[in-house]
């Protein structure tokens, strides 16, 4: 799914993050069925989940509060979910090898769905229904604990190679 190159109405701006919305849940379902099912206990692994699937539950809240403040009809949570399936449910975690490959696969999906989408916010003159600066402050750190996440991630990858 492309974000795009412009974003050039409330309703599209909404559509974008209710799809936002939806790959951080799968982030954090993905985070907590990896620590519930890790084959050996492992301290630093289940803190990087943790840590991750309370950030993704953090994201969640706060694009949602942003799609309320839109004066926009959102769109059912079933097709939005169709959507993100489609285009990002392709794999499942054990489609990776290992639980520290399918958390980088899903950090680093979520950072370029947002500097995508950043991107498009910042190409379009058009105005929205919310105070751009704010949005594009939000969107930028989440972008960045995105971004955190995946050197994390690395980081123990490489510790362990």
Not at 2 to 25: F, K, M, P, W
């Amino acid at each position: 799914m492309s974000v795009g190159n412009r974003v050039t109405s409330d309703h599209q701006l909404a559509r974008l993050l209710q799809i936002g919305i939806v790959l951080e849940e799968v982030v954090e379902a993905r985070a907590q069925h990896h620590t519930e099912t890790l084959e050996e206990p492992d301290d630093e692994i289940e803190a990087l989940l943790v840590e991750a699937a309370e950030e993704s539950a953090l994201h969640r809240e706060r694009l949602e509060a942003i799609v309320d403040e839109l004066d926009v009809d959102t769109i059912p949570f079933e097709e939005v979910n169709a959507l993100v399936e489609a285009q990002y449910g392709q794999t499942k975690p054990e489609d990776f090898d290992g639980v520290l490959y399918d958390q980088l696969c899903n950090e680093e999906t979520a950072y370029k769905f947002y500097d995508d989408l950043i991107g498009a916010i910042r190409a379009s003159d058009v105005p929205f229904s919310i105070d751009r600066d704010r949005l594009l402050e939000t969107l930028v750190a989440i972008r960045e604990e995105e971004a955190d996440g995946v050197e994390a991630v690395t980081k123990i990858m490489e510790r362990r190679e």
